[in-house]
């Protein structure tokens, strides 16, 4: 009898063995304390209405996003202006796709990370020791026309649905990144400014039900690279932050979408605003889905925080400039850990 051949993605290996494969066990001491988690709806992240950010109280929402940026670095945003029907669309064609059969799906397949459209699993398979409980689908999108004809054709509509969706988001980062701007005194289009070019993709994450789900990852605690994250998610919860020294869960809330800071909002505002860790864990009852949209700065964008921002007594320079190109090599070779990969910027350390 030939020997059974190994599944690349997740959610095929679940699939045909029904367990938590030994490539995705943690460590006894790193593993998730499911028991130690704050699900208190008073711990939550702030949530902010958005409807009258180009009205009249504009400075109050603006205000509003700052001390969200300052004291939690995520946030909710409502009546963010992307249409319903663009949201339901986007998460029910990242269903139809995670649903396809294997051989369909396999098409889009590389462990590559440095190709802009792949189907992949877990973070980076070529260098993790441990693998997490995700697959994903990466799309680079903007600008749209360079990339949309390297999407998935299937499901049918995929093309035209993340299209649309890609599109509204990315109009939604940049009235944040405006008011972000704003918010530290700065004039409205510093921050889009600074990005040069700029760049956007997503992920479409899908996270099978775990069997075991203390015992492994969807991803384990880290901060983002990018600029400003804007997070869709189906009503499975999954997502935690770390706040004062504990986790707690970010449950999703009707029509809401989670934005949070990266690291380049950190740096650029000269760490007024931060970039905070946050992890994804797994149940064994249900699948989950998220769209994570990461906007960023051009790989030749240098970073570097406003003059107005730096001071040599109260707000010294945090970071030595530099490109976005360069400190995303480094993220990429540190893979997914708590330590913050800005550190290696700071101005005393001449490591690149």
Not at 246 to 274: C, F
Request: aromatic share 8%.
């Amino acid at each position: 009898m030939a020997p059974a051949i190994a599944k690349p993605l997740l959610s095929d290996l679940v699939a045909q063995s029904g367990q938590v494969p030994s490539s995705h066990i943690r460590p006894v001491g790193d593993r998730p304390d499911l028991d130690n988690v704050d699900h208190e709806s008073g711990a939550g992240i702030p949530v902010i209405d958005l409807k009258q950010l180009d009205g009249p109280d504009r400075r109050k929402v603006v205000e509003a996003i700052g001390s969200a940026c300052e004291t939690d670095g995520f946030f909710m945003v409502k009546n963010h202006g992307i249409p319903e029907e663009v949201v339901e669309g986007m998460l029910r064609v990242a269903r139809e796709f995670f649903h396809m059969p294997e051989s369909e799906r396999l098409k889009c397949y590389s462990d590559d990370p440095k190709k802009a459209i792949r189907l992949s699993t877990s973070f980076n398979v070529r260098t993790e020791k441990v693998s997490n409980w995700r697959d994903f689908l990466r799309l680079h999108c903007y600008p749209l026309e360079s990339f949309i004809d390297q999407w998935p054709s299937n499901p049918p509509s995929f093309r035209q649905v993340v299209g649309t969706y890609s599109r509204e988001a990315r109009a939604l980062a940049l009235r944040l990144l405006e008011a972000i701007s704003e918010s530290l005194g700065l004039e409205r289009g510093h921050m889009v400014s600074a990005m040069g070019r700029q760049a956007q993709h997503m992920a479409v994450n899908y996270y099978p039900p775990c069997p075991q789900p203390e015992l492994t990852y969807g991803l384990p605690g880290h901060k983002d690279p990018n600029a400003i994250t804007l997070l869709l998610q189906d009503g499975v919860s999954g997502l935690q932050v770390q706040r004062n020294g504990r986790w707690v869960a970010v449950n999703p809330v009707p029509d809401a979408l989670v934005i949070n800071i990266g690291d380049q909002i950190q740096a650029l505002s000269n760490d007024r605003y931060k970039s905070v860790l946050h992890r994804v864990i797994v149940n064994n009852e249900s699948e989950r889905i998220s769209v994570p949209t990461f906007y960023c700065p051009s790989p030749d964008a240098v970073i570097a925080p406003a003059g107005a921002l730096v001071d040599g007594a109260l707000h010294p320079l945090a970071y030595r400039p530099f490109t976005y190109q360069a400190y995303y090599d480094e993220f990429w070779n540190m893979g997914l850990q708590s330590a913050s990969c800005l550190d290696r910027f700071r101005p005393n350390d001449q490591a690149v």
